[in-house]
């Protein structure tokens, strides 16, 4: 029940008051109206008022008027309700259908933006899973750094040994070649000692030929072993630095082999790094998207409400909006 204090008929003249202006009549303007009365009694009488109105809607004016005057105002009542129901119809039809449309764009937007965050969530597992293949493709680069740093430091290391086997075969051969010389200037002056014995004693002792001639066999097969051992010594250095050889191409084939692996790592790295950039470019492009939708979706609303005063403001009979 509504508290005394306003009554009905002022708040009946304040809402035609309104309906004069064009505005629709709410419990707020009726107050404003008014200057006074409390929000519970004026939307009480708003109410019956609402009621009075759905119940006189398709009245016609009332009959005290001249009999000709009276056929020309319901001639005129009925277009006026037939124009009022047609274009009621029509603007129903144009608000429903918008209506339609805006509800159907945003259940579209709703199932885009589903779409769009079931994408993200798949993306976010993607790069999820990218990251843990970096990690692990950063470890085996660790690794695999590690291992040449290793091979350049048995490289270093092998070479350095090469040169110090080279540097000893230049001084082995430097000094067979010295102990060779020393050889053949002793054979020479021991051959030129015996000449000088031989000439001094051919006469006297024709045993001593025959001891020159073992001296100078012990000397010849001294010799000869001074030249096999040589040559086996150069053998030997000659297999060994075949060897040492081998072992550096081998070494340089591993280092080869993992700086292709390297390169390849980071290649792999590189691409996986693309790939998260665009995946982040695309979802930016959808949330603009879905920035664009939200906007779109609220200015359809904003018309449809733009719609909906606009019928609220139209000239004819009152009628439940």
């Given at each position: 029940m509504a508290r005394s204090g306003v009554q009905y008929e002022d708040v009946q003249k304040a809402i035609h008051l309104l309906l004069q202006r064009g505005e629709?009549?709410?419990?707020?303007?009726?107050?404003?109206?008014?200057?006074?009365?409390?929000?519970?009694?004026l939307s009480e009488h708003l109410r019956q008022w609402k009621v009075e109105r759905d119940e006189n809607r398709d009245e016609p004016p009332s009959q005290d008027l001249p009999e000709p005057l009276q056929a020309l105002t319901q001639e005129l009542w009925r277009q006026a309700q037939e124009h009022a129901r047609h274009g009621l119809a029509q603007y129903r039809q144009e608000a429903d259908q918008q209506v339609s449309e805006a509800q159907e764009q945003a259940r579209q937007a709703q199932r885009r933006a589903e779409?769009?965050?079931?994408?993200?969530?798949?993306?976010?597992?993607?790069?999820?899973?990218?990251?843990?293949?970096?990690?692990?493709?950063?470890?085996?680069?660790?690794?695999?750094?590690?291992?040449?740093?290793?091979?350049l430091a048995e490289l270093e290391n092998a070479t350095s040994k090469i040169a110090r086997l080279e540097e000893q075969l230049v001084q082995l051969s430097e000094k067979s070649d010295a102990e060779a010389a020393e050889y053949r200037e002793a054979l020479a002056e021991q051959a030129r000692q015996h000449d000088t014995r031989l000439a001094q004693e051919e006469h006297r002792h024709e045993t001593a030929e025959a001891r020159l001639m073992t001296l100078l066999d012990d000397a010849r097969r001294e010799r000869q072993e001074l030249e096999k051992?040589?040559?086996?010594?150069?053998?030997?250095?000659?297999?060994?630095?075949?060897?040492?050889?081998?072992?550096?191409?081998?070494?340089?084939?591993?280092?080869?082999?993992?700086?292709?692996?390297?390169?390849?790592?980071?290649?792999?790295?590189?691409?996986?790094?693309?790939?998260?950039?665009?995946?982040?470019?695309?979802?930016?492009?959808?949330?603009?998207?879905?920035?664009?939708?939200?906007?779109?979706?609220e200015q359809l609303e904003e018309a449809l409400r733009d719609a909906q005063a606009r019928l609220a403001r139209l000239p004819f009979p009152p009628f439940t909006y």
């Open positions: 629709t009549p709410g419990v707020q303007k009726i107050r404003e109206v008014l200057g006074t009365g409390s929000f519970t009694t779409d769009a965050t079931q994408r993200e969530s798949a993306m976010a597992e993607y790069l999820a899973t990218l990251q843990t293949r970096l990690d692990e493709r950063s470890t085996t680069l660790a690794q695999t750094q590690a291992r040449l740093d290793a091979c051992q040589h040559a086996r010594r150069q053998v030997q250095l000659d297999k060994r630095a075949e060897e040492l050889e081998k072992s550096l191409q081998e070494q340089r084939a591993v280092l080869i082999e993992e700086q292709a692996g390297h390169r390849e790592v980071q290649w792999e790295l590189h691409r996986h790094q693309q790939e998260a950039h665009e995946l982040k470019r695309k979802q930016e492009r959808l949330e603009s998207q879905l920035v664009e939708r939200d906007k779109k979706q």
